[in-house]
């Protein structure tokens, strides 16, 4: 069973220089249970609830939990970022062990936030049905949205650091407030969220163990420089990148790559590497969207996953130029929508657990 809570910070130290290139985070989390003890059933044994713990009797409540948690942002960030809050699943179990966790993050797309997990897909009742299949730490943070969509980057114009605060301050935050298995990471995401878990594996190599792509846009350098400047136009409706993220396409091309997936490909090489597509056409396993009546009413949402599709045929090509092994899920029909990436994480997870560990 489920229980929101929402937690804060109390204690940060933060030292910033070189455009956040050294950090130093003490956190202390004010949330941590209070020794409050149940009682187990059948006996007179108190059970304390570990720390960290959202209820105080994890007897009758065993999880898993959903925790809506706020992380701090150091002196740079703040003025500008958009919304520090972070949705966290603890497993089941986790209140009354005192294991580790390995953690999986999930990362959103462009026009959602930190939220969008929860709410669009059923994670919570399929998480709390495979309890004993995925017991891992679920990391839910924001990455801007719409206009202010951060295509997990730090900007070239200074005014966003995202790459930063996702996988340095939140990273550091959430092994310093919760039990986790440091460097038994995975990644997956939707949409910007699947460039974003890429991106940050190639760049960060080694950092995770899996990464998983759900309809990513993973290759932003296909139909270039066409297409930079239709990312421009579009950027206040749909929170495509304009120049203020990598600066102009053409002229800034090796920014652009160097956060490219397709134009990482050999950086991929260490990490299991999952791919979800559908090909944007009419006929997918999760439904259609054509028609205002009776569900999603969305026909754009084929043309973008018929892009998405090509984006995907660019980067394995590079993938196996650069002699990449991935596990690839390319499906006919579907659009770019909810249902498909709820089904996508159901694909991918049983993958993601045969390279993370268990609990320790």
């Not at 009742?125 to 891992?136: D, E, G, I, N």
């Not at 990312?231 to 495509?240: C, S």
């Not at 084929?302 to 390319?330: C, K």
């Amino acid at each position: 069973m489920r229980r929101r809570a929402t937690w804060a910070a109390a204690v940060v130290r933060l030292a910033v220089t070189g455009g956040l290139a050294a950090l130093f985070l003490a956190v202390a989390n004010t949330s941590a249970a209070t020794d409050t003890a149940a009682t187990v059933a059948g006996t007179s044994s108190p059970l304390t609830p570990s720390p960290g713990c959202p209820v105080t009797d994890p007897v009758s409540d065993p999880g898993p939990y959903f925790v809506t948690d706020s992380v701090p942002l150091p002196a740079k960030m703040s003025p500008t970022f958009v919304d520090n809050h972070v949705d966290v699943m603890l497993p089941a179990g986790y209140c009354t062990s005192r294991l580790r966790y390995p953690v999986v993050y999930l990362l959103h797309g462009a026009g959602d936030t930190y939220q969008s997990w929860e709410k669009n897909t059923d994670l919570d009742a399929f998480l709390t049905a495979h309890q004993a299949q995925y017991p891992y730490i679920f990391v839910m943070p924001d990455g801007g949205h719409n206009g202010d969509a951060g295509w997990y980057s730090d900007w070239a114009d200074g005014s966003r650091h995202y790459e930063t605060y996702h996988v340095v301050v939140l990273r550091h935050y959430i092994d310093a407030s919760y039990r986790t298995l440091p460097g038994d990471i995975g990644i997956a995401g939707l949409s910007m969220g699947g460039f974003g878990a890429l991106s940050y594996a190639a760049r960060h190599p080694g950092m995770f163990k899996v990464a998983a792509s759900f309809s990513g846009a993973v290759d932003m350098l296909y139909g270039a420089p066409a297409s930079g400047v239709a990312f421009g136009t579009l950027h206040n409706q749909y929170g495509t990148p304009d120049a203020h993220v990598w600066g102009d396409q053409t002229a800034d091309a090796a920014t652009w790559a160097a956060h490219n997936p397709a134009s990482l490909a050999p950086e991929l090489a260490g990490t299991r590497i999952l791919l979800a597509s559908g090909t944007g056409t009419p006929g997918g396993a999760q439904g259609d969207a054509l028609y205002p009546v009776g569900g999603p009413f969305d026909p754009g949402g084929y043309a973008i996953e018929n892009t998405i599709f090509q984006m995907n045929v660019s980067l394995v090509r590079a993938l196996d130029r650069a002699g990449v092994p991935f596990t690839a899920d390319f499906y006919l029909g579907g659009y770019h929508g909810w249902p498909y990436w709820q089904a996508d994480l159901h694909w991918a997870l049983p993958l993601m657990a045969q390279t993370l560990g268990r609990p320790a």
